[in-house]
């Protein structure tokens, strides 16, 4: 204890730059851990959204769809959905077929990707089904009618109520056409969905495809994401043999996102740690100073017989009680920041409106999420940063003279 009060005694010498330093570690650490708490709940939020509009937090494809995307490769959701039947985890099960298309309208034609859906089920999950995003209609209420996307609409130059062709390649490789009436049109504002998408009835568009049964994907909808490690485990061993399809993870299925999540990671990151080298940089030279002003006091210590390993003691001392106090004091003030935005949430709709990433739809709400691991990991790491700090200043303590100290004033 003596040495901690030596140390605390000395840090105060000099309030002013005392203060200074300890509002650098505080505030550096408070934005470092607010920042990591906003980011994964920036994460969370976006791989939410983005589950509900692609292929869930599990999905079951052919195992070479991902690959190849072909038409023909679909299987039989019957045992499919056997297999998570009971399964408490599976908030829903959304079955799918993705074709490509041509959409033929009494004046254009374009490329289009047709999907198939079952509208009742999938209405209060994906996001593009949302009435908000209804621009003109509404969505289909009979197995003839079909919801597309704004900018296909103008590009057909069609509206709601006309007739809409499309024309596609079946399970045998046969083309085929299929006459809708449009009921609805959406905007979600994704460029490429917005361009390309027709949402049809599942179950007419599979038996015109040729094969009632038919899915190109099972997408699974879970509570959270900590659900998912033992239930992908689960399926994947309760599988049953010779079953035409595999069970995928959503990082395998929504790849762009995953990437995009993962390079904004790195990135934060990489600010994090310039972070840190700028109060490393801050307590190296507060600790210089400070041993540069008691050079006398060194020189005294050395001359009566002090050891060199309790100078560098003191000192270290004196770099910790820095770092445990402005770690305090800057861990309060994230928990204070961090529930503010866990509770409230940052709304940046007004300013930015709807954003797109990777693809996928995103709402700029976002709430703070609360990784204690993280927190008192950089914490932690905040104070042995500026007790590293000290090394350099205990060094250049050590280095004093005895003699030629003694003679400064």
């Known amino acids: 204890?003596?040495?901690?009060?030596?140390?605390?005694?000395?840090?105060?010498?000099?309030?002013?730059?005392?203060?200074?330093?300890?509002?650098?570690?505080?505030?550096?650490?408070?934005?470092?851990i607010w920042m990591q708490n906003i980011a994964d709940g920036s994460y969370e939020k976006m791989i939410s959204d983005g589950v509900r509009m692609g292929s869930g937090h599990l999905s079951m494809h052919h195992p070479d769809y991902l690959e190849e995307r072909r038409t023909e490769l679909f299987f039989d959701l019957r045992p499919a959905i056997s297999l998570i039947e009971g399964k408490t985890d599976v908030l829903a099960a959304l079955p799918r077929l993705h074709v490509p298309a041509l959409a033929r309208s009494s004046r254009e034609n374009s490329a289009a990707m047709v999907i198939g859906v079952d509208f009742a089920i999938e209405t209060?999950?994906?996001?593009?089904?949302h009435k908000n995003k209804i621009i003109q209609g509404q969505l289909p209420e009979t197995p003839d009618q079909a919801?597309?996307?704004s900018r296909l609409a103008e590009t057909l130059k069609i509206g709601q109520g006309k007739k809409l062709v499309i024309m596609f390649q079946d399970f045998n490789g046969t083309i085929t056409s299929k006459l809708f009436r449009i009921s609805g049109i959406f905007k979600s504002g994704v460029t490429q969905i917005d361009n390309s998408t027709v949402f049809v009835d599942r179950k007419r568009f599979a038996a015109t495809l040729g094969n009632e049964n038919a899915a190109h994907e099972l997408a699974l909808i879970l509570p959270n994401r900590q659900c998912m490690p033992p239930l992908y485990s689960l399926l994947k061993q309760t599988r049953p043999p010779g079953s035409v399809f595999e069970v995928f993870r959503w990082e395998e299925t929504s790849r762009q996102l995953a990437d995009t999540i993962t390079m904004d990671h790195t990135q934060l990151k990489f600010m994090l740690f310039l972070l840190y080298v700028m109060v490393t940089v801050g307590t190296i030279n507060l600790l210089l100073m400070s041993v540069l002003e008691r050079k006398?006091?060194?020189?005294?210590?050395?001359?009566?017989?002090m050891e060199k390993s309790?100078?560098?003691?003191?000192i270290a001392c004196e770099a910790l009680i820095l770092g445990i106090t402005g770690s305090l004091a800057g861990f309060m003030a994230a928990c204070i920041a961090s529930f503010y935005s866990w509770y409230h949430g940052l709304d940046f709709s007004d300013m930015f409106g709807s954003q797109e990433v990777a693809g996928m739809l995103f709402e700029p709400k976002i709430t703070s999420s609360w990784d204690w691991y993280s927190m008192f990991g950089l914490s932690i790491a905040m104070i042995v940063v500026v007790v590293l700090a000290s090394i350099y200043p205990a060094n250049k303590a050590l280095r004093v003279n005895p003699a030629e100290a003694m003679r400064t004033y």
């Not at 140390?7 to 005392?18: L, P």
């Not at 209060?124 to 089904?129: F, S, V, Y």
């Not at 309790?310 to 003191?314: F, Q, V």
Request: zero cysteines; charged letters at 20%; proline letters at 2%.
């Open 296 to 305: 006398r006091e060194f020189g005294l210590l050395r001359a009566i017989g």
């Open 1 to 32: 204890m003596l040495w901690f009060k030596l140390g605390w005694r000395n840090i105060w010498r000099n309030r002013s730059r005392t203060m200074i330093q300890l509002l650098a570690i505080a505030g550096s650490l408070a934005f470092a």
């Open 310 to 314: 309790r100078i560098r003691k003191l």
């Open 124 to 129: 209060t999950i994906n996001p593009l089904l």
């Open 147 to 149: 919801y597309i996307g």
